[in-house]
């Protein structure tokens, strides 16, 4: 049988000393995951059926979804150019979450992403 650690720090959890007497740490992430979805322009057998924001809406089989790209496409197109430049604003940091197909199919975001010294994180190629 696989070994497990289920206590963990049990009752005396690490004093991680924060900069400058911080007493809490906020990550900012970022999904880049336009053009991975499922889609049938990606040989899939569907449109994508879950990871949007629409819930319940059944996948079309044998067809695009055009709603459902036009949602992952704001991503692309608007969102992630808005999201950069309101951290350059504010001299914040980011870690991006992105797909491999998503950044071979805009590989602007990956060049701005990295010019603006920000941290990619491999979240699969397409999920």
Do not use: C, K
């Not at 690490?14 to 007493?23: F, I, K, S, V």
């Amino acid at each position: 049988m696989a070994e497990r650690n289920l206590l963990g720090y049990g009752g005396r959890p690490p004093d991680p000393r924060w900069p400058d007497g911080a007493r809490v740490a906020v990550q900012f992430v970022l999904n880049v995951e336009e053009g991975g979805e499922r889609s049938i322009l990606n040989g899939d057998a569907q449109s994508e059926d879950y990871l949007h924001e629409m819930p319940g809406r059944p996948a079309r089989m044998g067809e695009r979804d055009l709603s459902v790209e036009g949602l992952f496409e704001y991503g692309s197109r608007a969102g992630v150019w808005r999201i950069l430049e309101l951290f350059r604003a504010r001299d914040l940091p980011l870690t991006a979450f992105a797909v491999g197909r998503a950044l071979e199919l805009t590989p602007e975001i990956g060049r701005a992403l990295s010019a603006a010294g920000h941290e990619v994180a491999g979240h699969g190629y397409r999920w």
